[in-house]
C-alpha cells in the first residue's frame, strides 16, 4: 500500500501541471484580461475599481491623471479600448499586472511559486490569494463536508432499507419521495426555504446571511456550536434534500445485485441470520461502489451547487471567490483557487481509494499496477 500511495503523489505532480499549464494558456488567449479591464475602469472614472487597484504597485491617482492626460495621445494597442492612449501608459499597465516579460517566464515564475504555496497577490482586492483562500476555506469546508456527510446519513440507510424491502409499499413511496427531491434543483428549493423560514414572508426561525452571528465571538462555547448550525441549517437542507436521490439509488441498486448471488444463497443455507448475512458479507461488497462516488460527490458540492447556495444565502466562500475572479479577470485568485481545488480532488481521491482497501481488504491496488 506504501507503494501505491507513493505512486499516486508522483503521478499528481505530472497532473497537476498539465492542468495548470492547459488554463494558463486558455487565459492567454481569452479577452478582457486585467489590462482591458483597467482600462475601461479608469475610462469610466469607476473611484470603487481604483480605490481596490492602489495595493497593486504604482500609485493609482498618478495613474490616472495619466491617463487622463493621455486620451488624446494618437496610438494603436493590442488592447480592446485602448486605442487613444500613450503606449507607455499600455506598458506601464503591463508591467504593474506582469504581463511586459514573455509568457514562458511568467509560466516558470507561477510555477516556481506555487510550489512555495505562494499564489502571489490579487489585481483588484489588495490581498495575498493564500489569505483571501485561507479567508473563505472555512464557508466551503462547511458547506462540502457536512452536505456530504448527512447525505450518506441519509442515503445509504435508506437505499439499504429500500434493497432489502423492495417492491413494498415503503419502497414504492420513498421513491416517489425521491423523485420529487431528486427534480427540484438546490437553487430553488433554497430559495423557497428563505421565503418560509428566513423572513421572506412568513417564518422568520433562520438567519438570512452569514456563516455565523456578529456577536459570534462574544459567545459561549455551546452557544457558538448551536449559532453556527443555526445559520448552516438552510444552506445544508437544500444541498441535502437534493442530492440524495441519486446516492440512495446507487446504494439500493448495488445492495439488490449483491442479495441476488451465490454467495448470499450460501450463508442464507447454512442457517446465519439476515442481519448478519447484510452487514457482514453484502455490505463490504456492495459499499465499494458507493464509497468509490464519494469523491465525485464531494468535489461536485465543492465546485458546483456550493456556488448558487453560497450566492443565495450571502456566504462568502471559495466557490463565490473564483466565480467573480473569473469575471474580473483576477488571474492569481484564478489560479489559485484552481489549485487548491485541484489538489483537493487528489487528495480525496486517494483517501477514497484507502478507504476501499479498509472496507474490503482484499483490493490490492499493488497488484493492479503491476499487471
Same mark, same amino acid.
Given at each position: 500500500m506504501t507503494a501505491y500511495i507513493l505512486r499516486r503523489l508522483l503521478l499528481m505532480i505530472p497532473t497537476l501541471f498539465g492542468i495548470i499549464l492547459l488554463n494558463f494558456l486558455i487565459v492567454q488567449i481569452a479577452p478582457g484580461g486585467p489590462v482591458e479591464q483597467m482600462i475601461a475602469k479608469l475610462q469610466g472614472m469607476n473611484v470603487s475599481a481604483t480605490q481596490r487597484f492602489s495595493g497593486g504597485g504604482n500609485d493609482v491617482n498618478s495613474t490616472a491623471q495619466m491617463q487622463q492626460q493621455q486620451l488624446n495621445s494618437s496610438g494603436s494597442?493590442?488592447?480592446?479600448?485602448?486605442?487613444?492612449?500613450?503606449?507607455?501608459?499600455?506598458?506601464?499597465? !503591463?508591467?504593474?499586472?506582469?504581463?511586459?516579460?514573455?509568457?514562458? !517566464?511568467?509560466?516558470?515564475?507561477?510555477l516556481k511559486n506555487y510550489l512555495r504555496f505562494d499564489f502571489g497577490e490579487s489585481y483588484f482586492q489588495n490581498k495575498k490569494v493564500m489569505d483571501l483562500v485561507l479567508e473563505k476555506m472555512p464557508v466551503s469546508i462547511s458547506?462540502?463536508?457536512?452536505?456530504?456527510?448527512?447525505?450518506?446519513?441519509?442515503?445509504?440507510?435508506?437505499?439499504?432499507?429500500?434493497?432489502?424491502?423492495?417492491?413494498?409499499?415503503?419502497?414504492?413511496?420513498?421513491?416517489?419521495?425521491?423523485?420529487?427531491?431528486?427534480?427540484?434543483?438546490?437553487?430553488?428549493?433554497?430559495?423557497?426555504?428563505?421565503?418560509?423560514?428566513?423572513?421572506?414572508?412568513?417564518?422568520?426561525?433562520?438567519?438570512?446571511?452569514?456563516?455565523?452571528s456578529d456577536n459570534w465571538h462574544d459567545l459561549d462555547w455551546p452557544h457558538r456550536i448551536l449559532d453556527y448550525f443555526w445559520h448552516m441549517a438552510l444552506p445544508i437542507l437544500?444541498?441535502?434534500?437534493?442530492?440524495?436521490?441519486?446516492?440512495?439509488?446507487?446504494?439500493?441498486?448495488?445492495?439488490?445485485?449483491?442479495?441476488?448471488?451465490?454467495?448470499?444463497?450460501?450463508?442464507?443455507?447454512?442457517?446465519? %441470520?439476515?442481519?448478519?448475512?447484510?452487514?457482514?458479507?453484502?455490505?463490504?461488497?456492495?459499499?465499494?461502489?458507493?464509497?468509490?462516488?464519494?469523491?465525485?460527490?464531494?468535489?461536485?458540492?465543492?465546485?458546483?451547487?456550493?456556488?448558487?447556495?453560497?450566492?443565495?444565502?450571502?456566504?462568502?466562500?471559495?466557490?463565490?471567490?473564483?466565480?467573480?475572479? %473569473?469575471?474580473?479577470?483576477?488571474?492569481?485568485?484564478?489560479?489559485?483557487?484552481?489549485?487548491?481545488? %485541484?489538489l483537493m480532488g487528489f487528495i480525496i481521491r486517494l483517501i477514497s481509494d484507502l478507504t476501499m482497501t479498509w472496507v474490503d481488504p482484499r483490493i490490492d491496488f499493488n497488484a493492479q499496477g503491476d499487471r
Open positions: 494597442s493590442k488592447y480592446r479600448g485602448a486605442q487613444g492612449l500613450d503606449p507607455e501608459f499600455i506598458k506601464s499597465l !503591463e508591467k504593474q499586472f506582469g504581463f511586459d516579460k514573455p509568457i514562458g !517566464e511568467r509560466f516558470w515564475m507561477m458547506i462540502g463536508l457536512w452536505t456530504t456527510l448527512f447525505t450518506y446519513l441519509i442515503s445509504i440507510p435508506l437505499g439499504i432499507r429500500k434493497a432489502v424491502r423492495d417492491g413494498t409499499k415503503f419502497d414504492v413511496w420513498t421513491s416517489g419521495a425521491i423523485i420529487i427531491g431528486h427534480s427540484i434543483p438546490s437553487f430553488l428549493f433554497a430559495i423557497l426555504l428563505i421565503v418560509v423560514f428566513a423572513g421572506g414572508k412568513y417564518l422568520q426561525w433562520f438567519p438570512l446571511r452569514g456563516l455565523v437544500s444541498m441535502v434534500i437534493s442530492g440524495f436521490a441519486s446516492l440512495t439509488i446507487l446504494t439500493k441498486n448495488s445492495f439488490l445485485e449483491e442479495i441476488n448471488k451465490q454467495y448470499v444463497l450460501t450463508a442464507r443455507a447454512k442457517g446465519l %441470520t439476515e442481519n448478519y448475512i447484510l452487514y457482514k458479507h453484502i455490505f463490504r461488497n456492495a459499499m465499494l461502489i458507493v464509497i468509490s462516488g464519494f469523491p465525485g460527490a464531494l468535489m461536485g458540492i465543492f465546485l458546483g451547487s456550493s456556488l448558487l447556495i453560497e450566492t443565495i444565502f450571502s456566504l462568502d466562500g471559495l466557490g463565490l471567490l473564483g466565480f467573480e475572479s %473569473t469575471i474580473n479577470r483576477d488571474y492569481p485568485v484564478m489560479f489559485g483557487t484552481l489549485y487548491v481545488f %485541484t
